[in-house]
């Protein structure tokens, strides 16, 4: 529950508004109110033989009193209810921003369906709690309160007796709200997990179906979806017993108002009008009764939401600008002198040093290239370059700034980096090229996609650069998607451009047209390409071999060859292979 109270910054910001729709509330159950004492009037002046015309006023005058509560409500509606959709979008929209703020750690950890399903559902039942939960605990507290005074106004004893049920009715409510609370927190869970198994099967339906494990996939997501189901019905049985439960004691409290409001009539003490005002206002509070189960059911729901919103929500981002940041710094200082001191890293949650005091020096506007088996921590170097990581010891700096220092966003922008994976967004081609900027340059992007060896590609499309792109570019082969990438590194126009291994899914003679059009961006711009083929780092000014995460062999393509060391056993091997295939 009192993860609720971090909504109050919320509340806060729409404070004024919903204070209004307070007024309105007060406003439409006072109308409200004064209907059954219209009635009850009446029927005593039916009793006493009044006129036709007496009767007709006392039934306009109750008309207008509903009108006017309808009004009211509809207004209450406008202010309260939209308000929480206000909030809703608050929320979602901090949510995000957020989640994008965290490190790539976080979503090692965390799965795709999961962060939707707090995004969605979890968010919905909070707002829910905001619009209808807020709207009917106002109508309730305060539809109570007026009640209840006109009740002890017209019989203390009666009021007492019909009120008797209300202990009972607040204990069960009590306890249904613990049964809701546990059991809506294993629906949240299992939606989870079952909007987390929708989104790997189509993302992964390719592979499903070259595998023919579409009735495997059936028989997964269908043990998923039952145990929903199931998690899902025991909430709704403890939700549905709420219901009826109200009705009963309400029930009874109108059967003892009928016995004891008799008794008192008989006695002199009330009026036959005023039983039926009784009656009237019971019906009205059966209604707010009911209404107080749904709101705890509500809250109940919304507590398990919100904590689970607020694990992630209160997760710090390990990466960010701090108090040693020097917001001085800006683009147009970053030239590109990298320098690695000592750099030593190891993943979160692990022993194993992925790379081991590695010394380096790159010079502004020269070409590194790195070579390495696989593991050898190729991609982790250059991953700490942009502080997707921090290094474990050592020290990594950029013109003589270290990195911790220089502002996140001064640091990213100055860099373009073409990721092993290409991931490209359901859009067009043009606009993922141009993703860097809000509004695209066309001359920039047909030069960018020249340049990466594209465009000649995109030219044959019916819509050229307008083609829309299926999700994560799957309209497009693999050495097209990875054209696109580095298409869309270079439209960014970095101080550093990072290919690591951004050419694996294209041929040689593509390989090589690219690099000889990239001679021409690279120049005056520090350059990193890692890649498992000596053809596309030779050219490249200094060359590091990496072997367990430490820099085994250095120098340019000649010198290593001299060395007659690991660089050399590697491209003796891949002259072989080249050899073989083309016998």
């Known amino acids: 529950m009192n993860s609720l109270l971090a909504l109050k910054p919320y509340l806060s910001k729409y404070r004024n508004r919903l204070f209004l729709g307070y007024i309105i509330i007060v406003l439409h159950i006072t109308a409200m109110a004064y209907q059954p004492l ?48 206000e909030i809703e979008n608050d929320l979602r929209y901090d949510f995000f921003s957020h989640l994008q703020r965290l490190p790539k750690s976080f979503y090692n950890s965390r799965t795709t369906g999961d962060l939707m399903n707090h995004a969605i559902s979890d968010i919905n039942n909070i707002r829910n709690f905001l619009g209808p939960g807020i709207m009917y605990s106002m109508q309730t507290f305060t539809r109570l309160i007026i009640t209840l005074y006109i009740l002890f106004n017209i019989n203390v004893k009666v009021t007492i007796i019909a009120l008797a049920p209300l202990p009972v009715i607040s204990l069960a409510v009590y306890l249904i709200g613990r049964l809701t609370y546990n059991r809506s927190l294993k629906v949240q869970e299992s939606l989870s997990d079952l909007t ?30 039952r145990d929903f189901f199931h998690k899902s019905l025991k909430l709704a049985k403890v939700q549905a017993f709420s219901f009826p439960m109200m009705f009963l004691l309400t029930g009874l409290s109108i059967i003892l108002v009928l016995y004891f409001g008799g008794v008192q009539v008989m006695e002199g003490n009330m009026t036959i009008g005023n039983i039926g005002e009784y009656i009237i206002y019971l019906g009205q509070l059966t209604w707010p009764m009911i209404a107080f189960g749904w709101i705890i059911n509500l809250i109940q729901r919304a507590a398990p939401s919100m904590k689970r919103f607020k694990d992630i ?24 002198e990298i320098l690695f001191k000592n750099v030593s890293f190891k993943y979160p949650g692990s022993e194993n040093f992925v790379l ?14 790195i070579i390495g088996a696989t593991g050898s921590g190729k991609t982790t170097l250059v991953n700490l370059l942009p ?44 606009k993922n090229i141009a993703y860097s900027s809000d509004v695209i340059d066309d001359l920039l992007m047909i030069e960018s996609s020249k340049q990466a060896g594209l465009y000649k590609d995109v030219a044959e499309f019916p819509r050229q650069f307008d083609t829309i792109l299926g999700e994560r570019g799957i309209t497009l082969s693999g050495g097209q998607k990875q054209r696109t990438s580095i298409a869309r590194a270079i439209y960014k126009q970095p101080k550093i451009l990072i290919l690591d291994d951004s050419l694996s899914a294209v041929d040689t003679n593509t390989e090589e047209e690219i690099l000889s059009a990239l001679k021409s961006i690279m120049k005056d711009r520090t350059s990193i390409i890692i890649s498992h083929r000596i053809s596309t780092i030779k050219n490249a000014n200094n060359i590091i071999v990496l072997r367990k995460g430490m820099i085994a062999e250095e120098g340019t393509h000649n010198e290593l060859l001299a060395m007659k060391g690991i660089y050399f056993d590697i491209y003796q091997k891949q002259l072989l292979e080249e050899q073989i295939s083309k016998l």
């Open 356 to 369: 081991k005091n590695v010394n380096l020096k790159i010079h502004k506007g020269t070409v590194l290239g």
């Open 313 to 336: 929500t209160d997760i710090e981002p390990e990466i960010a600008d701090g108090k040693h940041t020097n917001h001085n710094i800006k683009e147009r200082d970053i030239e590109g």
């Open 387 to 430: 502080r997707v990581f921090d290094p474990t010891s050592g020290q990594i700096t950029l013109d003589g700034y270290p990195l911790n220092i220089i502002p996140i966003n001064v640091l990213r922008n100055s860099i373009g980096i073409v990721p092993q994976e290409s991931f490209l967004f359901s859009t067009s081609i043009g």
């Open 196 to 225: 987390t198994k929708a989104q790997e099967t189509f993302s992964g339906i390719r592979v499903i179906k070259s595998f023919m494990r579409e009735q495997y996939e059936n028989l997964e997501f269908d043990k998923k979806s």
């Open 38 to 85: 219209v009635i009850g009037d009446a029927i005593d002046a039916i009793s006493n033989g009044a006129e036709t015309s007496v009767i007709l006023n006392y039934a306009l005058i109750a008309v207008g009193l509903v009108l006017v509560g309808g009004t009211f409500l509809f207004l209450t509606r406008q202010n309260i209810i939209v308000v929480s959709r």
